[in-house]
Nanobody, 115 residues
Framework: QVQLVESGGGLVQAGGSLRLSCAAS????????MGWYRQAPGKQRELVAA???????NYADSVKGRFTISRDNAKNTMYLQMNSLKPEDTAVYYC?????????WGQGTQVTVSS
């Protein structure tokens, strides 16, 4: 059974930091292309950051320089370090794992940034 469990969300003031984690089980984590997506109320889900099995990263323009994605294959865990948070970063953040035809999602964790 595949599980992606996000944690680390919460309420933070603008300018603050949060670190999200995504713990994976039931998959061969090291070969998966992993990503963080977010969805704000009334908006479409969008890619925030992604990291390949080889550690190549990709970021949305809106978070470049503020967010850092990483992975620890030994722990089957992906992270998102979010600094200099802005109210517009408020959303539910989802973990995603892709490999060939497999595409898995976590349940999401709420991030709220107050101004």
């Amino acid at each position: 059974q595949v599980q992606l469990v996000e944690s680390g969300g919460g309420l933070v003031q603008a300018g603050g930091s949060l670190r999200l984690s995504c713990a994976a089980s039931g998959i061969r984590f090291s070969v998966y292309y992993m990503g963080w997506y977010r969805q704000a109320p009334g908006k479409q889900r969008e890619l925030v950051a992604a990291i390949s099995s080889g550690g190549i990263t990709n970021y949305a323009d809106s978070v470049k320089g503020r967010f850092t994605i990483s992975r620890d294959n030994a722990k089957n865990t992906m992270y998102l370090q979010m600094n200099s948070l802005k109210p517009e970063d408020t959303a539910v953040y989802y973990c995603n794992a892709k490999h060939i035809w497999n595409d898995y999602w976590g349940q999401g964790t709420q991030v709220t940034v107050s101004s």
